[in-house]
């Protein structure tokens, strides 16, 4: 079957999807007309099931070529491989960490987006257009008992200013054009057990990403940290950055012994041109997007 024709089949499935998530809707609902509220879950039916579709369509073309080349080649990491590769020979490569501290200004705006923003628990939610950590269960009720997770979505403006304030020290780490594609936020509790991100690890992530990690909270044994490989733990007041290639070089979080330590997570995605977009994010359990070319349709 060729590309055109699953491309047809897919959708006529969301076309034929259509009545039958109508009736469904309606079969639930309490009252037999479509008020507002029903238009408003119908319509974010029909976006969830359109950016699926989206997604198998690319995981199928991929998972084509890997048949048709009859060899066991991971074809997501080849693809990521080979825009960073043209990335690179483009705009050179990036800085392995750097290090500058937020704006005073901007850090008591972003302590009180951290502090405003939702709880939530990780592996709860997943973004279709996303590849997913896949936490397992327990792990996942591990990391919701050492940390609080806030919602990456309530902290998009913030995260905009940022951007901007300090554009010429993130070009500087980058080196390249990007966007970030994922915003995570948690506060790390005090004395927890050493476990997952708290244990030597890089991110595993594919090629072209890389990491800003904000630090709201100071950086300080009783506070919490975070260490690279052949280096001390990182010691600061409140507001330091990092940015880092996360899945090159080997890091973990320590956790405070009295304090906790809030954070805001951003995953950089490198780009061959500037976009000029603004951040996005997917879910806390994401890791990035499924396909580099996705990067401007999301
Ligand atoms: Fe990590």
Redesign the pocket.
Known sequence: MGTAEIRQALSKILRASIPALTMVLFAFSSTNSLDTTHFLILSSMLFKLRTFIKNIRHKVALSLSLRLHGKNVDFEKLAFELYNASVDKKWGFPKDYYLFHLDQKWLKDMLRAFDLSNNINLGVDYHPMYLSSNTKKEAARMLNRNNQYKDGKDLVSVIELFLNHHKDQLSEAIGSPHRIINIRAWEMLPATEIFG?SDW???GFHSGHM?IMLYLTELSASGGSIQLWNNSPLESKPGLVLVFK?SDLM???IPGRIGSRKLIELTVQRTEVDYALKPVTGSTDDRHLVAPWLVNKV
């Open positions: 991100p690890h890089t991110d990491k996360n890091h973990r979080a």
